[in-house]
T-cell receptor, first 113, second 116 residues
Framework: SQKIEQNSEALNIQEGKTATLTCNYT??????LQWYRQDPGRGPVFLLL?????KEKRKERLKVTFDTTLKQSLFHITASQPADSATYLC????????????FGAGTQVVVTP | AAGVIQSPRHLIKEKRETATLKCYPI?????VYWYQQGPGQDPQFLIS???????DKGSIPDRFSAQQFSDYHSELNMSSLELGDSALYFC???????????????FGQGTRLTVV
């Protein structure tokens, strides 16, 4: 079955440092992978999409890598700020069904001043 | 910019009652998704529509049904509510670029359903 794994333990990090999150997947051949941010009680907010033929993508202080051989994506928040504290979810389209996103459980990031 | 609108934001129902959740996608988006998120859980896919036709079905109970109307808004109907149905229900919309790729999904603020 298709699985997405993200670190279940919260990531506590000091302000200014780089936070690195991991998303591993099995039994997928995704055309793309997405990262979302979710704050408590609110809907996920799209951050970045990276396609299968892209190795790396950046947006402001965010960087995503995508290794289809390792079946892994890394999500980096550089120069982290307390406002970056949230849960970060990776999402993949189900192989057998376009558009149907499957989400990982998410990793909570806590940035302390 | 217009976002996905969901209503109501909060809903309290008793067991065995019926609830209807509404979703208004971003204009010109052709795909609507419904997700259920329990406390501390990741969003679970329920059902999706493409151009007003059901395109995929996930872990949606038989007690639930959904449809997309001619104006592209969607409604999730939930009957015989159970305590375990208490959750955040999110609607999202996206644009299908081709068979394998949709653009990013834009989520609404969600409806918090509490069944008592």
């Amino acid at each position: 079955s298709q699985k997405i794994e993200q670190n279940s333990e919260a990531l506590n990090i000091q302000e200014g440092k780089t936070a690195t999150l991991t998303c591993n997947y099995t039994n997928y051949s995704p055309a793309y992978l997405q990262w979302y941010r979710q704050d408590p009680g609110r809907g996920p907010v799209f951050l970045l999409l990276i396609r299968e033929n892209e190795k790396e993508k950046r947006k402001e202080r965010l960087k995503v890598t995508f290794d289809t051989t390792l079946k892994q994506s890394l999500f980096h928040i550089t120069a982290s700020q307390p406002a970056d504290s949230a849960t970060y979810l990776c999402a993949l389209p189900k192989t057998d069904s376009w558009g149907k996103l499957q989400f990982g459980a998410g990793t909570q990031v806590v940035v302390t001043p | 910019a217009a976002g996905v609108i969901q209503s109501p934001r909060h809903l309290i129902k008793e067991k065995r009652e019926t609830a209807t959740l509404k979703c208004y996608p971003i204009p010109r988006h052709d795909t609507v998704y419904w997700y259920q998120q329990g406390p501390g859980q990741d969003p679970q896919f329920l059902i999706s529509f493409y151009e007003k036709m059901q395109s995929d079905k996930g872990s949606i109970p038989d007690r639930f049904s959904a449809q997309q109307f001619s104006d592209y808004h969607s409604e999730l109907n939930m009957s015989s509510l159970e305590l375990g149905d208490s959750a955040l229900y999110f609607c999202a919309s996206s644009l299908q670029r081709n068979v394998r790729v949709n653009t990013e999904a834009f989520f609404g603020q969600g409806t918090r359903l509490t069944v008592v």
